[in-house]
């Protein structure tokens, strides 16, 4: 399929993203509803690390669907590790996801409950795949790290994303965004759910080891990230799908962690 034949529109939405991607149809979908209650806490999941202090942010973009923006990837200096990862993954690009105006627009959803947005850090492990895009179709390949945002208190540094915007205000603009490091968007505990499971938009690649936080960060409702509209696409906002509870291991770190600062 050529540029974006999908949306979140009644033509073009979710419930019909399967007729170009079958997958959506898939074992290991999505996003999905946690329930703490039911995930198994597994011993042998150890603390996530994030070594974000070499990060090299390159550029913000508006792709139609999401605010995105890349970093440098082409040597370990940013990545993740720990938890239910085998290996490092390496930071390639941070984007949003939100509702429409003064709807939730989180994907994932704790027990029915939506947030307000999602952050979603993606890596890729590039110990066992040449390039992103080989990582992005194979089942250990990408790593995403989930944030959610809710709203409460104004966010020291969201205002850096929310005050670019206007650069690329339209569908394909892409501006400069240097030496923007994503630990500030870190809530202060790294506790978190992880489960297999996929790309949430198209492709939908099955290739995504989810690691999703408890705790939240909070956003003011002046910075929009509730509300945030991307101008000039054909349409705003996100809306969560939601598919089938799938085995969701609750990992506790023991203690409480924090980015490694190696
Ligand atoms: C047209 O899009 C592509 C074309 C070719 C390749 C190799 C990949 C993509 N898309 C892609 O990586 N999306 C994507 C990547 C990572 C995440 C998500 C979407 B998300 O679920 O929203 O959060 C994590
Ligand atoms: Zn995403």
Known sequence: MTGHDWGYGVEDGPSLWHQNYPIAEGSRQSPIDILPQTASHDPSLGPIALKYDQCTS?????????????????????VIQGGPLDNPYRLKQFHFHWGGKGCRGSEHTVEGHSYASELHLVHWNAVKYETFGEAATAPDGLAVLGIFLETGDDHRWLHTITDALYMVKF??????????????????????????????????????TWIVLKE???????????SWWIPGSSHYGWFPIQTSQMELSLAFAAHKTTASTE
Not at 58 to 78: L, Y
Not at 196 to 204: I, V
Not at 216 to 223: F, T
């Open 58 to 78: 390159i550029n913000i973009a508006n792709n139609g669907h999401s605010v995105v923006v890349e970093f440098e990837d082409s040597d370990d200096r940013s």
């Open 171 to 208: 569908k394909g603009s892409v501006t400069n965004f240097k030496s923007f490091n994503p630990k500030c968007l870190l809530p202060s505990s790294l506790h978190y759910w992880t489960y297999l499971g996929s790309l949430t938009t198209p492709p939908l690649h099955e290739s995504v």
């Open 216 to 226: 939240p960060i909070a956003v003011s409702e002046k910075q929009p990230a509730h």
